[in-house]
């Protein structure tokens, strides 16, 4: 007699009806100014719809100049630049996974949520990590690092250059690394948020791996990543006796790849291609305009913020451009200030996994004064929606003054 279990699996999956993504998508885009994905430009959308042989030659010369293009952006001249079909965080389970194993003396400088995540990345290969608290919204010292480092002896340090959670700037990253380096350990740096954004000079600063996604600095697609290897850090994934559990991950067999021309696994092409755009765009518009445009807008946008009335929730001394935090006044919600932008503005802001702010990047396409001042002004309108006295008419003129004093 057949159990109800078996029943269940029998039975025949139905057709199903679903709705189209015509009936499902707003009619209008919303404005993605959250803490990611980004808005991407024309090039990147056009080059995400090709598909073409992984293999082909034409896969050959993208891959080749992708690499070449990335060396720039993380200023590097490592040979050792990797794509990586995953998030943000295939990238630094990539770091992480190739460099640290069983017993590896990791130290991890956690800022945050992110940062936190390298850490828990490191546990699970099974590395001895200690993990260096930093208060919110600051950094730790330069003396409590090295005090650390010490104590700690690590092999490997993990440190984020913007933790984008709570807003927080390790503006001392050059310091960072160079006290671990004379320590003898190698430095893994998160520059998911901020690649692209300011400055990071992975081989001027003696950073061992640096990681990005592709939906924010860089203004391309979630999903395909950027990893850059110093030579020292590829000699630690060379020299490993255990092979990496990850084998999607696998520095070792992604080099087949990257850098045979050879078969790993099938590579996002789309998305490889959108990522060249999204990269070649960077090394039209160079390094250093791209840097005082952020810097530039996000400015702008905290002085817009702040003459609304609100409140900024990072202090000044570290506070990162690249995605700004915003206090929620008392009686709201971040859920309820996101969703009012988004339902009445077709504005995307972002909360942050508990903490009472709003988040609205300044990442790639976000850095456009039209995107500023729909958003302060969706922000300043939400505001006033929903019961909070602000000042919007200040607000916008703030915006327009810093923008066309260009401070
Ligand atoms: C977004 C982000 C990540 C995670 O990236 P995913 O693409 O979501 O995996 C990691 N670190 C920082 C600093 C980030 O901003």
Not at 51 to 58: D, E, K, P, R
Not at 328 to 333: C, D, E, K, Q, T
Request: one cysteine or more; a neutral charge.
């Amino acid at each position: 007699m057949p159990t109800s279990s078996s029943k269940l699996t029998s039975a025949v999956v139905p057709c199903p009806a679903v709705e189209s993504l015509d009936a499902i998508l707003p009619e209008e885009p919303l404005l993605m100014m959250g803490a990611g994905p980004v808005p991407i430009p024309a090039a990147v959308a056009k080059a995400n719809t090709i598909v073409i042989n992984h293999l082909g030659a034409t896969m050959v010369k993208v891959i080749s100049q992708v690499k070449t293009m990335a060396r720039y952006v993380f200023q590097t001249h490592s040979k050792w630049v990797l794509g990586v079909a995953g998030p943000g965080s295939a990238a630094m389970e990539m770091a992480i996974s190739n460099l640290a194993w069983e017993g590896t003396r990791m130290l991890s400088i956690k800022n945050g949520f992110f940062s936190g995540r390298m850490a828990e990345m490191g546990r699970r290969v099974g590395a001895r990590v200690s993990t260096l608290e930093v208060a919110d919204r600051s950094v730790a010292s330069l003396d409590e690092i090295a005090e650390a480092i010490r104590r700690e002896r690590p092999e490997i340090v993990t440190v984020v250059q913007g933790e984008t959670s709570n807003t927080v700037w390790n503006y001392q990253l050059k310091d960072i690394a160079a006290l671990a380096k004379a320590a003898g350990a190698l430095v893994i740096v998160d520059a998911v948020c901020t690649l692209s954004t300011m400055p990071l000079a992975m081989d001027a600063w003696g950073i061992d791996a640096v990681i990005t996604g592709g939906q924010k600095g860089l203004s391309s697609i979630p999903g395909v990543s950027l990893i850059a290897f110093s030579d020292a850090a590829w000699e630690r994934v060379k020299g490993r006796t255990a092979p990496n559990a990850h084998w999607c991950l696998d520095a070792s067999l992604a080099e087949n790849f990257w850098h045979n021309a050879g078969y790993h696994y099938t590579a996002p092409v789309s998305g490889v291609l959108a990522l060249h755009e999204a990269l070649r765009l960077v090394c039209a518009e160079t390094l250093e305009k791209r840097f005082a445009r952020h810097q530039k807008c996000s400015v702008a946008l905290q002085d817009g913020v702040t003459a609304l009335g609100l409140q900024l929730y990072a202090p000044k001394e570290c506070r990162l451009n690249s995605v700004v935090g915003i206090e929620v006044p008392a009686g709201l919600s971040p859920g309820d200030v996101c969703a009012h932008i988004s339902r009445q503005h077709q504005v995307e802001i972002s909360g942050s996994f508990g903490l009472p702010i709003v988040r609205i990047g300044q990442m790639g396409e976000q850095c456009r004064e039209h995107n500023l001042f729909r958003t302060v002004h969706a922000l300043g309108r939400t505001m006033v929606d929903l019961g909070v006295k602000v000042d919007l008419p200040a607000g916008v003129a703030a915006l327009e003054r810093a923008l066309s004093e260009g401070k």
